[in-house]
């Protein structure tokens, strides 16, 4: 093989089969490759339009290629780009000030996305147990069909077995409980539980949202035993559901909170935050990343936190979440043979299919987008509705005239 790169890589055409010809097979993208977005507008490679209601799972909040995130990203890569992490940064110090006083929290960790939040909050609760109470608090309470990363340790607290099927042995001393069941948090979390980390609501799980009795006892629960309680608002905090993280809806503060995905806006960076006394537990060497926090990341995410943490933009993702569920509502009751219910929170909605549809939430979704519509899926009996916080009332208008015409040619071709 030539070692040298062939000039001609950048320019040569790829098509979707390109991706199954060179790349790993963990996914399955769609036929259509997107090349260029606006807003929530998308277009492919052959130029067709999509309105886009999947934000990249819940990822451009503020919409692709958003002019005020252009501009304050092409600013800091004029400037300053990477530092090993012997050094900080001008940007981090900023980003975390602007965190932890928008917060609960005093400290903050930051890294390259969700899952890596989520194992940093894991390894603190375990490190701060063994250093305070010793060895035999270790373990750890999930919840069922929850999603906290794909890491081997993340993974196996998620809850969901065909994500670690294949994997084993599992790291141990990781117990799950029901969802929303009092019953079951009461049974499983005892004196050895060193964390709890849940959803406040679940959304890979099926766009469940938490009780706030259920969540209340979880915090009791821990506040009794000495856990540490973590919310997992990778995907649910950030504005998503119109508070800033969703643990202000209810009133529960955690101990420690993981943010990451919109937190971006599509450039990968990942946060966990926690109190000052927590945060000792975590001294020098003890953990560590090399891009976690880089000026790049952390002036985009500074960026889109200066813009969401405003009171008119938070009120207006409250408006245009009424106004999509209220539309969802109109939706489902006049296809009762398809869905069931909606339910979620903000700009956070799940479309449960009935009985008779179940396992079809994949063909929606094909259908929808054969239509020009973008949307995603919570299992395969769940459609997911996740628009870029900024989408308008006639956005939402089209997804559902979008919707009412994909199903009426599913039902027309059955």
């Not at 097979?25 to 998308?42: E, F, I, K, N």
């Not at 304050?72 to 981090?92: D, F, I, K, M």
């Not at 209810?250 to 101990?255: E, R, V």
């Not at 001294?283 to 002036?299: D, F, K, Q, S």
């Amino acid at each position: 093989m030539n070692a040298k790169l062939d000039t001609t890589v950048t320019t040569r055409p790829v098509t979707r089969q390109t991706f199954d010809e060179v790349l790993v097979p963990t996914y399955a993208p769609a036929a259509m490759v997107p090349v260029r977005g606006a807003g929530l507008d998308l277009w492919d490679q052959n130029g067709k339009h999509y309105l886009d209601f999947t934000s990249g799972i819940a990822v451009a909040s503020l919409g692709h290629c958003n002019p005020i995130l252009v501009e304050a990203l092409t600013r800091q890569a004029n400037t300053l780009w990477h530092l090993g992490n012997g050094y900080t940064n001008e940007p981090v110090l900023r980003l975390a000030i602007a965190l932890t006083e928008a917060t609960f929290a005093d400290r903050a960790f930051f890294c390259n996305s969700g899952a890596e939040a989520n194992e940093a909050a894991l390894k603190l609760a375990r490190k701060y147990a063994h250093t305070k109470f010793g060895e035999h608090k270790s373990r750890i309470v999930s919840c069922y069909q929850s999603f906290h990363g794909r890491t081997l340790f993340t993974v196996s607290v998620g809850g969901q077995s065909k994500y670690t099927e294949g994997f084993e042995p599992l790291p141990p001393s990781i117990e799950h409980i029901t969802y929303n069941d009092i019953e079951s948090a009461r049974a499983a979390i005892g004196e050895d539980v060193c964390a709890v980390i849940v959803e406040p609501l679940q959304g890979e799980g099926g766009v469940v949202p938490g009780d706030k009795a259920f969540l209340q006892e979880l915090r009791e629960l821990c506040n009794k035993t000495g856990a540490l309680l973590i919310f997992d608002e990778v995907q649910c905090g950030m504005g998503r559901t119109g508070d800033l993280f969703h643990y202000m809806t209810y009133g529960i503060t955690p101990d420690i909170l993981t943010s990451a995905k919109a937190l971006g806006n599509g450039y990968p960076i990942g946060a966990m935050l926690t109190t000052e006394e927590l945060a000792k537990t975590l001294g020098v060497g003890t953990h560590g990343t090399t891009y976690g926090g880089n000026p790049l990341a952390a002036t985009v995410a500074l960026t889109v936190l200066d813009t969401i943490n405003q009171p008119a933009f938070l009120a207006r993702v409250k408006e245009a979440g009424a106004k999509l569920r209220s539309t969802m509502d109109k939706l489902i009751a006049d296809y009762p043979q398809v869905f069931a219910q909606v339910r979620g929170a903000g700009l956070l909605l799940g479309l449960v299919v009935t009985d008779a549809w179940k396992g079809r939430s994949k063909d929606i979704q094909k259908a929808a987008e054969g239509n020009g519509l973008m949307v995603l899926i919570a299992g395969m009996d769940v459609v997911r509705l996740a628009p870029a916080l900024i989408v308008s009332d006639a956005q939402i208008a089209e997804v559902d005239r979008i919707l009412r015409l994909s199903l009426d040619g599913m039902m027309a071709a059955a």
